[in-house]
């Protein structure tokens, strides 16, 4: 039996853990003991993270739609075709008629390279991924706040905490291990501030629960620095050294009195009083936060009010403080980092800034485009001809999915490569079938920018391939060589490149659980926590607007409020979760949680069949019948596809990030047959 030292290939915790094996296969998974994230533990994920790597479903030939069905093809007929079809649409119609998603589940070196094809082969800008759907609120907001939008501190450090302010992040289910140490800390004695409509899990830990209504955060936020303002718990002297735009700030907080928050927020006002006092007393307070934040049309502007309330009360730049966003998938964050998105190189370099693009052109040796490309969101709503899909699976993800369905079915081209048939393949042209997590070698980052080595455990089944050698047999077809003897010469080009991950080499990764960027150079030893003596931006700015409410709420067509979201026992779109059978035991079936009040008016009985709409579409579930979900709401998890939640979100998007409100929409509900 063999051990191989690698990472979760789920959520953003980035835990380490042991793939064990056998003659070529893989017999089962333990902890790392020390690592610094899960110290000996994992949640069911991440016990169960091999069964789907060696399921029968999984990819292991290409193959070319023909007739209507899918065939077996070579890797050499597959690759022509794909290049063949991408250079035509490019020559026909232009580079910016072709749309590239890469992928949050694959490593920092692919998610580089798929940036590299997109620019220097394909020659646009019209790159994006899931981010767009979880995080690009946190990138616009934290920028503009700080210049930087990462989380800010580090998981080891919240058993230390004395305060923890969560707000929008249902922590122990989504990130199980950053959960394990927030209730460490409480153990400790730290208080603990939960802001969510629904009961979670945490809530029960809580000493204040601020109960708002769904998408009313900025009103909630702006009422407690409110507070903190009028009882003169400002941190003056960090506001006066470290920040700018602090006066029409206060102005605008003067709108926000608690009895104000009380009424656009259903909190009560003395509740709100005494969170701001609880949050903004305590020296080492940290504040979290996640997609219950980021995820709606207002999400920049929620961003931004939590930078706000960590400015105000000085939790930043130091030890157990700070502002940290909880990413969701396993490398979201690196392929932030890594530059796949519409307006940033790796390492967020605008394209748009000619120095930054003189510096890539000069290293590929290509001409780049210098205008932002399309954000994922815009390529499926009309922007492009043509798309090559990696580890992604928007037919299922995305809102208003049958809109998304039909925006695919209408491309010219469509290359999908992943490791399983998933929706989105069923429209696609050509399938590639790529090495998952554990076949393949290269870095993930995980949400406290730990930069950390995964290691190859066993070969891909048949002819699937990693994606990074994928991308590079490609990319030479279309006249942009890419060679590289291992993923540790692309990390290598990585460090050239990108002065965040200057340091992060293979070798320096192998010692030890990886580095925190900003690691500039290869004698530093990383960054536990950000913006110590100045802001990346140089000072901090107060930028918060007024309260927006959400774009589609109840009415009496649509009486219910719809918010969603996952479960701890499944994962994103289920491609992996429900092919690995103790976790598919737990929740088979998509349950929508629905208050008792609520179930009793409508006549509905725990576990009945019920039909919910919106103005977008229709599913049928089952109800869980909970107070943990208020009066008026509905609670749905999106993993199901026969009951995809997304058919009935709401596509509207947040202005500047363009990330839709999959948080709030309004639907009807009724009891099913
Ligand atoms: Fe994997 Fe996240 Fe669970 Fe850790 S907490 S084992 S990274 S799913």
Redesign the pocket.
């Known amino acids: 039996m063999e051990k191989f030292l690698t990472v979760?290939p789920?959520?953003g915790?980035?835990?380490g853990?042991y793939l064990h094996t056998e003659g070529g296969r893989i017999t089962g998974v333990s902890p790392s003991r020390n690592h610094p994230?899960?110290t000996g533990s994992?949640?069911v994920?991440?016990w169960n993270?091999y069964e789907f790597i060696q399921h029968p479903d999984r990819l292991k030939y290409p193959m070319i739609r023909e007739r209507g069905a899918l065939r077996r093809a070579t890797w050499k007929e597959a690759l022509r075709k794909v290049a063949g079809e991408l250079s035509r649409i490019k020559d026909s119609r232009g580079p910016d008629a072709i749309g590239v998603l890469s992928s949050a589940k694959c490593t920092n070196e692919e998610n580089y390279l798929m940036m590299k094809f997109a620019r220097a082969a394909i020659g646009t800008n019209n790159i994006d991924h899931c981010a767009r759907l979880c995080h690009s609120s946190s990138v616009g907001g934290l920028s503009a706040a700080f210049g930087s939008g990462a989380m800010t501190n580090s998981i080891t450090e919240i058993k230390d905490a004395r305060v923890l302010f969560v707000i929008g992040s249902n922590t122990t289910e989504q990130?199980?291990?950053i959960g394990m140490h927030m209730l460490d800390a409480v153990d400790r004695g730290a208080s603990l501030i939960v802001a969510d409509p629904r009961k979670i899990p945490l809530a029960g830990f809580a000493r204040i629960h601020l109960r708002h209504r769904c998408g009313t955060d900025v009103a909630l936020l702006l009422s407690i620095m409110n507070v903190i303002v009028a009882e003169g718990l400002v941190d003056v002297e960090f506001v006066r050294r470290r920040t700018e735009n602090f006066d029409a700030f206060s102005s605008l907080l003067e709108e926000y009195r608690p009895d104000t928050g009380e009424r656009i927020t259903g909190v009560k006002a003395d509740d709100i009083k005494k969170a701001a006092r609880l949050y903004a007393s305590e020296k080492r307070s940290m504040f979290f936060y996640s997609m219950g934040i980021t995820q709606h049309v207002t999400g920049v502007d929620n961003v931004k009010a939590c930078a706000d309330l960590v400015m105000l009360a000085g939790h930043i730049g130091l030890p157990m403080t700070g502002l940290n966003p909880l990413r969701g998938q396993?490398n979201v964050q690196g392929a932030c980092d890594m530059g796949a998105l519409p307006d940033y190189y790796s390492g967020y370099q605008a394209v748009k800034n000619p120095a930054s693009r003189r510096k890539f052109e000069k290293a590929w040796r290509k001409r780049l485009p210098d205008r932002p490309g399309l954000t994922l969101m815009e390529m499926l709503h009309d922007g492009v001809r043509a798309m090559f899909v990696m580890g992604e699976n928007p037919a299922l993800s995305d809102p208003d999915t049958t809109h998304v369905r039909e925006r695919l079915e209408r491309l010219d081209f469509l290359a999908v490569q992943d490791i399983f048939l998933t929706e989105t393949s069923e429209y696609a042209d050509v399938v590639l079938p790529a090495a998952s997590f554990a076949e393949k070698d290269g870095t993930f980052t995980n949400t406290e920018r730990r930069v950390q080595l995964i290691r190859k455990a066993v070969e891909p089944p048949q002819e699937a391939r990693p994606d990074w050698q994928i991308i590079c047999n490609l990319s030479g077809l279309m006249g942009a060589k890419m060679h590289y003897r291992g993923t540790y010469e692309i990390m290598e080009e990585i460090a050239l490149l990108t002065p965040h991950y200057g340091g992060t080499l293979h070798h320096r990764l192998d010692e030890g659980f990886g580095l925190q960027w900003p690691c500039p150079d290869i004698s530093h030893t990383g960054t536990p926590y950000l913006h110590r003596k100045k802001f990346a931006r140089g000072l901090g700015s107060f930028t918060s607007v007024g309260y927006m409410p959400p774009a589609e709420l109840p009415d009496g067509d649509f009486p219910f409020l719809l918010t969603t979201g996952r479960i701890s026992f499944q994962y994103h779109t289920g491609t992996m979760t429900r092919r690995t059978h103790i976790i598919e035991r737990e929740e088979p079936v998509c349950l929508m949680e629905i208050n008792p009040e609520d179930a009793k008016r409508l006549g509905i009985a725990e576990r009945q069949g019920v039909r919910v709409k919106s103005r977008r579409g229709e599913i049928t579930v089952t109800a869980a019948i909970t107070e943990r979900t208020p009066e008026g709401t509905v609670f749905l998890p999106f993993h199901y596809r026969e009951a995809a939640a997304n058919i009935l979100t709401n596509p509207a998007l947040d202005p500047a990030a363009k990330i839709p409100e999959f948080k709030v929409c309004a639907v009807a509900i009724e009891k099913a047959g």
Do not use: D, R, T
Request: with cysteine.
């Open positions: 979760c789920y959520c915790c980035g835990c853990l994230v899960n994992l949640c994920k991440g993270s990130h199980p291990m396993n």
